[in-house]
């Protein structure tokens, strides 16, 4: 194979049958992007050539990798709670500089959440369920019954409101008629005498009706009639025969 080193002669001197044969590779490029860098490639020669031709050319021209750069964040959003504990939001972009030309992109989070509004809301007092009716309070005749809620389903808290109504409601019971003891009247006036003389009765009468004994109540003691003497003088008759024979003589 003929030898196609590169062998410059001395000057003014070209041995016959020198030959210059293809271009060789390009050299690596000056520059790797965006820049005007250069390579060049020379001619092989068989022999002693002078005068080698080489040739150059721009190189490097494609544009290099731009990693990507976040932006500042933006403003928060509103809060989407206005209390009892809600979320706001702000977002940045990966355009300080945009990733271009197989650049990195932007590490890390595009996206930034805090809370926000973390005061409590204020809750309105609810009320429980009745309680049942209480015992009646009395053990006969009319009583009352009561029964109870209470403003704690839930609690009023945090400023809210408390609950309307009342806390209590009654009504009236009955667990049996209560049982009355009799008492007496008044007198009535004594009747006339039944006798004009010798000795009579007078009678009055009261009556067990103020009250009268009901549902097993106790009747009055004592008795319905009250008598007492009348016109105990003597009857003329009774007189006469009284006296003496010789008196009447």
């Known amino acids: 194979m003929p030898d196609r080193t590169v062998c410059l002669c001395p000057v003014h001197s070209s041995p016959s049958g020198s030959q210059l044969l293809e271009w060789g590779a390009w050299s690596e490029c000056s520059a790797t992007c965006e820049s005007n860098g250069t390579r060049y490639r020379r ?35 509103t809060c989407d709670k206005s209390c009892g504990g809600g979320w706001k939001i702000r977002y940045r972009k990966c355009n300080n500089p945009s990733p271009s030309n197989g650049g990195e992109p932007c590490y890390g989070d595009s996206v930034q959440p ?18 049942a009716y209480s015992m009646c309070s009395e053990t006969c005749g009319q009583g009352v019954q009561i029964k109870l809620r209470t403003c704690t389903n839930p609690i009023p808290r945090y400023g809210g409101n408390g609950c309307v109504g009342s806390t209590n409601a009654t009504r009236s019971c009955q667990l049996r008629e209560c049982s009355v003891n009799g008492s007496w009247g008044h007198w009535s006036h004594f009747r006339p005498c039944d006798m004009s003389c010798g000795g009579g009765l007078q009678m009055r009468l009261r009556k067990c009706d103020n009250p009268a004994p009901l549902h097993g109540g106790l009747p009055c003691p004592g008795q319905v009639i009250q008598t007492k003497a009348c016109n105990t003088q003597p009857c003329p008759d009774q007189m006469k025969s009284s006296l003496s024979p010789n008196v009447i003589g």
């Not at 150059?56 to 976040?70: D, F, K, M, N």
């Not at 805090?114 to 309680?131: E, F, H, I, L, Y």
């Open 43 to 77: 001619r092989s020669c068989v022999g002693c050539c002078n005068n080698v031709p080489t040739e150059t050319e721009i190189c490097g021209l494609q544009a290099c990798p731009v990693h990507g750069s976040w932006a500042t964040w933006g403003q928060y959003s």
């Open 114 to 131: 805090t809370k926000c509004a973390v005061t409590n809301c204020p809750v309105d007092g609810g009320w429980s369920a009745w309680s």
